[in-house]
């Protein structure tokens, strides 16, 4: 099962939106939509931000939103704040002999 | 409080073995399913492999498949991941985590390094 593709980095300065696309197939991203995304600070375990392509954790700002076309999935952080520094990966169930895939991830620069 | 902590990592030759716990608290862990994941140093997350609730569903990345073996005990809410045969690429910090689970009740432990060297 190959990784779902991601950039490798994104950048952007504070108070402006990016974002993060992720690509598969029509055996994960695009069949189902189980698309969830996480951010991972230097030395901390990943933390859930969006799951099910579109929906926010309880306590999790509604600065980040999720959706999906096709079989490209995208993470959008709006009001971008210094804190949102952090490697970003998606993850998608896939119809393969293995159930889960995790994208190559995304290096988020706050300028 | 939902609680996931991994533990038995450390320095192993190889061709040696380790154990992984996940000692799960805080949720009804006997309900889902559960997942090991890896990060290698300065790479990405990689999926690792799954066991169902009940333990009648297991999967294995090709990478750690015939080495690998995932197994859970519900009764004393845990899960573990014996590893045999292990290789200088399986050195990662591992992960116990609750992937895709309904409802974003997607819970990751602190994870727990394993070092595969001579």
């Known amino acids: 099962q190959s990784a779902l593709t991601q950039p490798a980095s994104v950048s952007g300065s504070p108070g402006q939106s990016i974002t993060i696309s992720c690509t598969g197939t029509?055996?994960?991203?695009?069949?189902?939509?189980?698309v969830s995304w996480y951010q991972q600070h230097p030395g901390k375990a990943p933390k859930l931000m969006i799951y099910e392509v579109s929906n926010r954790p309880s306590g999790v700002s509604n600065r980040f939103s999720g959706s999906k076309s096709g079989n490209t999935a995208s993470l959008t952080i709006s009001g971008l704040q210094a804190e949102d520094e952090a490697d970003y990966y998606c993850s998608s169930y896939t119809s393969s002999s293995t159930p889960w895939v995790f994208g190559g991830g995304t290096k988020l620069t706050v300028l | 409080e939902v609680q996931l902590v991994e533990s038995g990592g450390g320095l192993v030759k190889p061709g040696g073995s380790l154990r992984l716990s996940c000692a799960a608290s805080g949720f009804t862990f006997s309900s889902y399913s559960m997942n090991w994941v890896r990060q290698a140093p300065g790479k990405g997350l990689e999926w690792v492999s799954s066991i169902s609730s009940s333990s009648s569903y297991i999967y294995y990345a090709d990478s750690v498949k015939g080495r690998f073996t995932i197994s859970r005990d519900n009764a004393k809410n845990s899960l573990y991941l014996q590893m045999n045969s292990l290789r200088a690429e399986d050195t990662a910090v591992y992960y116990c985590?609750?992937?895709?689970?309904?409802?974003?009740?997607?819970?990751w432990g602190q994870g727990t390094l394993v070092t595969v060297s001579s």
């Open positions: 029509s055996s994960d991203v695009g069949g189902y939509n189980y």
């Open positions: 985590a609750s992937v895709g689970a309904a409802a974003g009740h997607d819970y």
